[in-house]
Nanobody, 122 residues
Framework: QVHLAESGGGLVQPGGSLRLSCAASGFTLDYYVIGWFRQAPGKEREGVSYISNSDGSTYYSNSVKGRFTISRDNARNTVYLQMNSLKPEDTAVYYC???????????????WGQGTQVTVSS
């Protein structure tokens, strides 16, 4: 059974860091594109980053570029999102998802985790 589990969210002060994890079971993560999305209250789900399965290329939205880093640990079947210099506007529920197309369009992703809350506040 395919299962994705996010972890690592929490409350952090502005300027702080968090590392989110997306652990997979039931399938091998490195066969797929892995995307990170976020959704703040009252807002649409936003694509944040992805890492491709073919060459490991990465993408970041303009809002997180230079602050967030996506990486893959195939031995642990886990993808990480390192988030530095966090801002209050980064507050959202963060989701990871798997797909076969390297894009930040939610509709092309097939399996989703349940999300982890990130709150950036002083």
């Amino acid at each position: 059974q395919v299962h994705l589990a996010e972890s690592g969210g929490g409350l952090v002060q502005p300027g702080g860091s968090l590392r989110l994890s997306c652990a997979a079971s039931g399938f091998t993560l490195d066969y797929y594109v892995i995307g990170w999305f976020r959704q703040a209250p009252g807002k649409e789900r936003e694509g944040v980053s992805y890492i491709s399965n073919s060459d490991g290329s990465t993408y970041y939205s303009n809002s997180v570029k230079g602050r967030f880093t996506i990486s893959r640990d195939n031995a642990r079947n886990t993808v990480y999102l390192q988030m530095n210099s966090l801002k209050p506007e980064d507050t959202a529920v963060y989701y990871c998802a798997t797909g076969n197309l390297a894009a930040v369009v939610a509709g092309v992703y097939d399996y989703w985790g349940q999300g982890t809350q990130v709150t950036v506040s002083s």
